[in-house]
């Protein structure tokens, strides 16, 4: 076995044991890096929540505006509508009326839009 380490019981550096390579550093660049610019977000609330998992179940509906064709996943646009609706089960009684307006116009047009797939697409995907 052979002591590797580079300092004796001292502390002082041993003289057969080469320093270790210093990595090099990077070079300096002219030009600091550039950061995005802040982007304005909406406010983190339970509507744009909402909105935002409504979205995603348009998305798994095959809606999404452009002329391709949509790619649908109906078993995901189900569970997004589920958690909709959990999330409405366990928030009743504690929403504004506004809140409780946007949840529930979300999922009775969620709840047709899938029932309308459904007609076009049975097998479920």
Do not use: Q
């Amino acid at each position: 076995m052979t002591d590797r380490r580079a300092f004796d019981k001292s502390g002082e550096r041993k003289e057969d044991v080469p320093a270790p390579p210093v990595a090099p550093s990077p070079p300096a660049s002219a030009e600091p890096p550039t950061t995005e610019p802040p982007r304005s977000l909406p406010p983190a609330d339970l509507a744009t929540l909402v909105l935002s998992l409504g979205s995603s179940a348009i998305v798994y509906l095959g809606e999404t505006g452009d002329d391709k064709k949509p790619e649908r996943n109906l078993p995901m646009a189900k569970h997004v509508i589920d958690l909709l609706t959990v999330l409405e089960d366990k928030t009743k009684g504690n929403l504004t009326a506004e809140e409780e307006h946007i949840l529930e116009s979300l999922l009775f047009d969620l709840r047709l839009r899938y029932v309308e797939a459904l007609k076009v697409s049975p097998a479920g995907g």
